[in-house]
């Protein structure tokens, strides 16, 4: 029988796509009350993966990376689903939002989306959220897997992904 332990801590981030860049300051100082403090961020990232989301949020949608300073459990990532999808019903106009917020951590070896969505390879976590392996690392890379979305395999958010498991793997270091 294997020995059961704490999981090692994981490096929250979230993805948030919008039309409206403006509004990313005060979205920011939201999410760093529930994440912690931010300690990195993507540039802004144009969307033009797919027209999904345009009916609701409108053309020109950008998208934001932010990670976050304090490490923490993976099983946390259930309530802070939970707390952003709130955070997108808060500032949706007329029932259509005009951000969406998908949080998600990374570790040495993965990275994790969450989702209320699912699908074959999607496990469920609790409270109506799946979570999703998006991208693993070996051979001192990322890598997509079949179902990994086309954006997360574009080279402007692997190159943000590096640049957030590098600072992870320094915080595991530091203690």
């Known amino acids: 029988m ?22 990313l300051a005060e979205l920011r ?3 760093e ?7 990195s961020e993507s540039g802004l990232l144009d969307f033009t993966y797919t027209k999904y989301y345009e009916p ?5 949608l950008v ?15 259930v309530d802070l689903k939970l707390f952003t999808n709130e955070v997108e019903q808060v500032r949706a106009v007329d029932g259509r939002r005009t951000v969406n917020v998908d949080p998600g951590y990374l ?11 699912d ?16 991208l693993i690392f070996r051979n001192r890379e990322f890598h997509p ?10 080279e402007g958010y692997l190159r943000y992904f590096r640049e957030l498991r590098r600072i992870y793997l320094a915080q595991l270091v530091s203690g």
């Not at 609701?56 to 020109?60: A, I, N, R, S, Y």
């Not at 998208?63 to 990532?77: V, Y």
């Not at 570790?107 to 969505?117: C, E, H, W």
């Open 145 to 154: 897997l079949p179902w990994t979305y086309p954006d997360y395999r574009s």
């Open 56 to 60: 609701e949020m409108g053309p020109g």
């Open 63 to 77: 998208r934001k990376f932010w990670g976050f300073g304090p490490l923490g459990r993976p099983d946390a990532l």
């Open 119 to 134: 699908f074959a390879h999607r496990l469920y976590l609790g409270k109506g959220i799946y979570g999703e392996v998006t």
């Open 107 to 117: 570790t040495a070896a993965r990275l994790v989306l969450a989702s209320t969505k």
């Open 29 to 31: 100082r939201v999410l």
């Open 33 to 39: 009350q529930r994440f912690g403090r931010v300690d």
């Open 2 to 23: 294997g020995e059961i332990r704490d999981p090692q801590p994981v490096k929250y981030f979230v993805g948030v796509l919008t039309a409206i860049p403006g509004s």
